[in-house]
């Protein structure tokens, strides 16, 4: 358990779990050690203020995690006809679901929304019918759980409705919208990871969030998950609308936007010498 603010040191160091100037040994290549002191530790957390950083800087520190950060499920399954007989409402199934079985593995599968062959005739790229993919379930779908933390950050995948369904595949987007209901159903991937971050900071278990997002957080179909954030309790402390930035997978000029959120009331006045700097803005309605 931790305290909410650091305490100082006490003698007993393993009891020292969320503690300024944490007496530490350093193990160094061939055997040696040496002492020093980090200025602020907390365990389980990457310390930056080390009075001394060893090599490899990346230790196994336990808290870092390969899963999907906004969907959790127990695990994914290939599509069957039967399935489907049983539970006709599995989310992302075409409407002509029957011509998707193959006839040797009795798999739903579809064109992979990728692969173009050109047409003989007219000569343009047209969808290759033999690239196809399993249709996927998930089972038990659920919001991910994430851990307490006093700040989130983030720079999630940018991925418009449409995009998210051509690269995540239909099942994983309905799915997913389905067990975020209080999250617009045409709102961009990001929007899920605004939208939980919203909501761990007004359950009090988060001080602030900031993601870097794509700049249509301003449009209605994102903005919606922003507002109703908002009108539940969360500030915008900070907002940049429309940054240039380069999209290094499309070489493409793009614009984002980066936003941080507090709850209201756990907010310092806002200064309003900043608030004029920059492009940046306090002001939700210039989002
Ligand atoms: C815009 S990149 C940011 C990468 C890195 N964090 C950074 O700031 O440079 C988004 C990252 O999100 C990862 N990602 C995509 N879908 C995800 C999901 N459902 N859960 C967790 N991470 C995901 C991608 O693999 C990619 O590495």
């Not at 870092?64 to 049983?86: C, G, P, Q, S, W």
């Not at 040797?104 to 007219?122: A, M, Q």
């Not at 399993?134 to 940018?158: E, T």
């Not at 507090?262 to 492009?279: E, M, V, W």
Request: glycine share 6%; proline share 8%.
């Amino acid at each position: 358990m931790f305290s909410a603010y650091p305490d100082p040191a006490g003698p007993d160091t393993a009891q020292n779990a969320y503690v300024f100037e944490r007496g530490v040994t350093f193990q160094h290549r061939g055997g040696k050690t040496s002492t020093g002191r980090i200025d602020l530790y907390k365990r389980g957390c990457f310390n930056l203020r080390a009075a001394a950083i060893t090599e490899p800087v990346l230790h196994k520190f336990q808290n870092i995690e390969n899963r999907d950060a906004v969907l959790a499920y127990d695990r994914e399954e290939f599509i069957t006809a039967k399935m489907v007989e049983a539970d006709p409402k599995i989310p992302g199934l075409p409407d002509n679901w029957r011509d998707a079985v193959q006839p040797h593995t009795g798999y739903l599968c579809v064109w992979d929304r990728k692969t173009t062959k050109t047409d003989p005739v007219t000569g343009r790229q047209v969808p290759d019918g033999k690239a196809i993919v399993p249709l996927r379930r998930y089972v038990n779908p659920r919001p991910a759980w994430w851990p307490q933390a006093d700040f989130i950050v983030g720079n999630p995948p940018f991925l418009g409705a449409s995009r998210m369904r051509d690269d995540r595949g239909s099942g994983y987007a309905e799915t997913l919208r389905a067990a975020y209901p209080e999250v617009t159903d045409s709102a961009d991937f990001v929007m899920f990871w605004w939208y939980k971050a919203g909501e761990e900071t007004l359950a009090g278990r988060t001080r602030r969030f900031s993601f870097i997002t794509t700049n249509s957080i301003r449009q209605t179909f994102n903005r919606r998950v922003v507002q109703s954030e908002m009108d539940k309790g969360i500030y915008l402390t900070f907002a940049i609308p429309d940054h240039p930035w380069v999209d290094a997978a499309a070489c493409a000029a793009v614009r984002l936007a980066m936003t941080v959120g507090a709850r209201r009331g756990d907010l310092p006045p806002i200064n309003p010498a900043t608030a004029k700097q920059g492009s940046a803005s306090n002001d939700p309605a210039k989002l």
